[in-house]
T-cell receptor
Framework: DAKTTQPPSMDCAEGRAANLPCNHSTISGNEYVYWYRQIHSQGPQYIIHGLKNNETNEMASLIITEDRKSSTLILPHATLRDTAVYYCIVLSQKLVFGQGTRLTINP | DSGVTQTPKHLITATGQRVTLRCSPRSGDLSVYWYQQSLDQGLQFLIQYYNGEERAKGNILERFSAQQFPDLHSELNLSSLELGDSALYFC????????????????FGPGTRLLVL
């Protein structure tokens, strides 16, 4: 399983865009990048995933670099309810959760 | 709401006991996954079932077992419980469960919080 590296914590002001980086330099050509988040002790929530192209859905945008060695999750207008631990995962056979980034949205 | 349900929400028991956790996948999903989240280990994959058959195994102890029934719900059985088994147990489901390089999105339930005293 390809390893991912994320900053342990980030802060963002409410209403601003939150940009969460992830490095996955050992990713293979057919492996997808997945993002999940976990709010307090709730079940992890699926956010978005992508392979090569940038992706957008109602929750977030995912920007993957051309060499696929890193990606950025963008929450366009962060709210207090976006405070959570965000996990970047390279999925081959199974989800392997690292430590993630603890994102705090400040009022 | 992911559509995955888990019961019970909370469970308190004593060391040496046995408990059963239950999971109902989203409608139409054939695969069920079990994860354990403890304070010092993070989220750990335990086991996956696909349409009633074991598909993949992770860091599951021999004291733990699981099964998936014909109606696709799954149960995780934990026996000879130890203090260290206290954790959150999550179930997830996906449509197929044969992730061809990660094309399978898993949806998680709300979890069962187990406390072993």
């Amino acid at each position: 399983d390809a390893k991912t590296t994320q900053p342990p914590s980030m802060d963002c002001a409410e209403g601003r865009a939150a940009n969460l980086p992830c490095n996955h330099s050992t990713i293979s050509g057919n492996e997808y990048v997945y993002w999940y988040r976990q709010i307090h002790s709730q079940g992890p929530q699926y956010i978005i995933h992508g392979l090569k192209n940038n992706e957008t859905n109602e929750m977030a945008s995912l920007i993957i670099t051309e060499d696929r060695k890193s990606s950025t999750l963008i929450l366009p207008h962060a709210t207090l309810r976006d405070t959570a631990v965000y996990y970047c995962i390279v999925l081959s056979q199974k989800l392997v959760f690292g430590q993630g980034t603890r994102l705090t949205i400040n009022p | 709401d992911s559509g995955v349900t888990q019961t019970p929400k909370h469970l308190i028991t004593a060391t040496g006991q046995r408990v059963t956790l239950r999971c109902s996948p989203r409608s139409g999903d054939l695969s069920v996954y079990w994860y354990q989240q403890s304070l010092d280990q993070g989220l750990q994959f335990l086991i996956q079932y696909y349409n009633g058959e074991e598909r993949a195994k992770g860091n599951i102890l021999e004291r733990f077992s699981a099964q998936q029934f014909p109606d696709l719900h799954s149960e995780l059985n934990l026996s000879s419980l130890e203090l260290g088994d206290s954790a959150l147990y999550f179930c997830a489901s996906s449509v197929a469960g044969h992730p061809k390089y990660g094309q399978e999105t898993q949806y998680f339930g709300p979890g069962t919080r187990l406390l072993v005293l």
